[in-house]
């Protein structure tokens, strides 16, 4: 992605839920900033052209479900072809990034915060997508 300022939303892909992130690329900071609930994919892409709509993002950033080894599986299918689509729809750079165990870092951070498990569900994927975002971030640094 080019170094300009500005917006990225990073995306924590999931059939059901997809968490997302908003950072900004001049002062390297980002947060959680909801979880979309999607009953199918047309109600997932209507949640998502509504935020790239707010927040005018410069880049998108997609998490990448490896295995434990480091190994492609299903799901990193799926979201390869959830930010191949996203690119496509929006003409922005898209950017991949590995995604081990941040659900299992944000379930725990969430959990020390005193979230509850019902809580924790839902918050989980927005939580995830600003690691994933906090990574892309620090990887832009060097």
Known sequence: MPEVEGHILAFDYGQKRTGVAIGELG?????????????????????VEKLLR??????????????????????????RN??????????????????????LEADQSLRERGYTHQQRAVAEHAEAAALILQSYLESQRT
């Open 82 to 103: 959830f930010a191949h689509e996203l690119e496509s729809r929006t003409g922005l750079p898209t950017a991949l990034v590995d995604e081990r165990f941040t659900s």
């Open 54 to 79: 707010e927040w005018a993002p410069v880049g998108l950033v997609v998490g990448l479900p490896l295995d434990a080894a480091g190994a492609e599986q299903k799901a990193t299918r799926q979201c």
């Open 27 to 47: 002062s390297r900071m980002c947060h959680p900033l909801t979880t979309i609930e999607a009953s199918s994919s047309a109600s997932r892409w209507q949640a």
